[in-house]
């Protein structure tokens, strides 16, 4: 069933080139409730503009699903564009910094959990669940973190505080209300997640956004509710009901923790009995004391580090359940998903989603094994393949490179191969690693072609192969009076968005990256697309992988890619064929219809509003 007129797509752009026949192919499969369609699209062919009119015509809440950090603000920022009238949000892990906690038995090692918590991301996650639970007009761009344990959606509606104008409440209810869906009293500095208390008047600071909630107590009974600025206090809006959603997503109450205080005692008493009886004494004192002072913390405030291990006893899930996920918020219809999933770059996400589960439960299992976690630790996970896809209903794959899961599980395959542009990919340049006869190397090749880009105002894209060679090449980049910048998976997330901004706007005039250059950004400006070390065989020199490369350089009418190896690969030679066949398909259709290609001129804005 179709929602009338809940989403409205807003653009000065109509759907051309291979863009009508697509989203016709699309919403007709999504009419005969194809679970798995993908739109084979090429870079530059506007791939998320056909989505936005596909999503426009189902009219249901959406999932996009991106495969890093970077493309998902990206497409958060070109859904907001296509979309202002609805609910637009941003849903990725919220740590700068994540080393998880492992134990090496060679080595007999401990790694401790460590993270740092960007508390911006922090609150867009918040806003993207209570926004889920709160209206239908809601689209969340997402990476992989939605498949990650969050807690039960009931629960954290459960726990919502709902205030309205008139209502029965004396200042020492409020107080305890507050503390007991997580909010910090504090008298200093107002944050997220914290309320201060001044005679009648309580000021809030809610985890989804930078506004604070005024609730004015008089005579034991509200008498206004109010939104203001936090550093002005200048009226935002005066409200006659107020939702206070909780500022943690794992919310449990007293009896729920005194029951799970209960089964991981039990669960304790098993595995040390299974310990001793296999004389493994070391283990069994380091899970005793472990697992001790855990539940000294539990008891005496209601929370202890990495509490995430202990979920299931707190959520009441059997043991190889799978976890509650940014999935259990969104709507469902009889028991099934009832939203649209759009996976963006589904070559790369889907191995990701797919490969997920093991890597967690391998280095679980051996913290388990050796005495450092007990065995529900496990359950702490993210979702299994299958589980992920069951749960996610109709789903559209967007790529220029399907990878063979979509190319077999899809119904049909939309291809976009003309753009609405007539831009014509661009044909491949390979050229020696070293050049025998100049006795030159890639390197100096390099120098020459950003002097030619440069001059012609154009930017360059540089794609190593290691974060090593990225900040070694930036180095010698710099000292030839180049301005160039690095961007790679250590890069902070939002400091890869302000890297990429000031790349469009011409701060500096070459980037050098690694694996974050290839799949989904939208750069223009960019007009040459170098890749170092192209016939280095691999997962990072695969056919796929070297025509994401280059597709940066195809929304640019000058665009030139240009591939240094010494040896035809594989890779190289598949590349090239898929390459030549798109071109030769562009070609022709341009001399058919007469049509010249156009560049693409595209506004700069910030990727991510860090305050709304």
């Known amino acids: 069933m179709y929602y009338m007129n809940l989403f409205e797509l807003k653009s000065k752009f109509k759907p051309a080139g291979d863009q009508p026949q697509a989203i016709k192919i699309l919403n007709d499969g999504l009419k005969k409730k194809f679970n798995f369609q993908t739109l084979l699209g090429v870079t530059g062919s506007g791939k998320t503009f056909s989505m936005a009119n596909v999503l426009e015509k189902y009219q249901k ?65 918040h806003e993207a669940t209570s926004a889920l639970l709160s209206r239908e007009d809601v689209i969340i761009v997402s990476s992989v973190s939605c498949i990650y344990n969050l807690g039960l959606p009931t629960r954290y509606f459960e726990a919502t505080l709902k205030l309205h104008n008139g209502q029965i409440l004396t200042r020492v209810d409020l107080i305890k209300q507050l503390v007991k869906i997580h909010f910090k009293r504090t008298q200093g500095t107002l944050k997220r997640g ?108 209601g929370y202890c580090h990495s509490i995430e291990n202990y979920s299931r006893h707190f959520t009441g899930r059997l043991a190889g359940e799978p976890p509650e996920t940014l999935l259990s918020y969104f709507p469902q219809k009889n028991g099934k998903p009832d939203f649209l999933t759009i996976v963006d770059e589904s070559h790369i996400a889907l191995p ?68 609405p542009t007539y831009l014509v990919d661009p044909a491949m340049i390979i050229r020696p690693v070293f050049d025998r006869k100049k006795q030159a190397s890639q390197i100096d090749d390099l120098l020459k072609e950003i002097k030619n880009s440069t001059d012609n105002k154009e930017r360059v894209l540089v794609n190593a192969l290691t974060k090593k060679t990225c900040e070694d090449l930036t180095d010698f980049l710099e000292k030839q009076g180049i301005k160039v910048n690095y961007m790679h998976s250590d890069t902070e997330t939002l400091k890869r968005i302000e890297i990429l901004k000031g790349f469009r706007q011409g701060d500096f005039d070459v980037l050098v990256g690694v694996n974050l250059l290839r799949e989904g950004l939208d750069l223009p400006e960019v007009g040459l697309v170098v890749v170092l070390d192209a016939d280095r065989e691999g997962f990072l020199r695969s056919s796929q992988a070297l025509i994401q490369l280059m597709g940066r350089a195809s ?31 562009q070609l022709r259709y341009n001399k058919e219809h007469n049509v010249s290609p156009q560049g693409i001129t595209k506004e700069i804005k910030n990727l991510i509003d860090i305050i709304e």
């Open 194 to 301: 914290e309320f201060r208390v001044h005679g009648d008047y309580f000021e809030i600071s809610p985890a989804s956004g930078e506004i604070i909630y005024l609730v004015h107590l008089k005579n034991q009974e509200i008498s206004s509710l109010k939104v203001v600025e936090p550093l002005t206090y200048h009226l935002r809006q005066e409200l006659k009901e107020l939702i206070v959603w909780p500022p943690k997503h794992f919310v449990t109450t007293l009896p729920e923790r005194e029951k799970a205080v209960k089964d991981i005692k039990e669960e304790l008493k098993d595995r040390l009995e299974f310990f001793l009886k296999n004389k493994k004494y070391l283990e069994a004192e380091r899970l005793e004391r472990k697992t001790k002072n855990d539940l000294l913390m539990i008891k005496t405030v």
């Open 61 to 125: 809440p959406t999932l996009v699903l991106a495969p890093n950090k970077t493309l998902a603000a990206q497409l958060y920022r070109e859904y907001k564009d296509f979309f202002p009238r609805n609910k637009v949000c941003y849903f990725v892990s919220y740590y700068d910094y994540y080393q998880p906690e492992a134990y090496l038995p060679a080595s007999d090692t401990y790694i401790e959990k460590e993270a740092m918590i960007n508390e911006e991301i922090e609150r867009l996650r």
């Open 555 to 585: 929304r640019n009418v000058k665009g030139r890619v240009i591939l240094y190896a010494d040896t035809m690969t594989s890779s190289l030679k598949q590349a090239k064929k898929e390459v030549d066949r798109r071109r030769i398909k």
């Open 352 to 419: 990701q989603v797919n490969g997920m589960y093991m890597g967690d439960r391998s280095r679980k299992q051996i913290l388990v094994e050796y005495g450092f976690r007990l065995p529900s630790a496990i359950d702490n996970r993210p979702l299994k393949f299958q589980e992920f896809l069951q749960r996610i209903g109709p789903a559209i794959f967007t790529s220029a490179t399907p990878g063979q899961f979509e190319l077999k599980q899809s119904k049909q395959i939309a291809e976009q191969i003309i753009r």
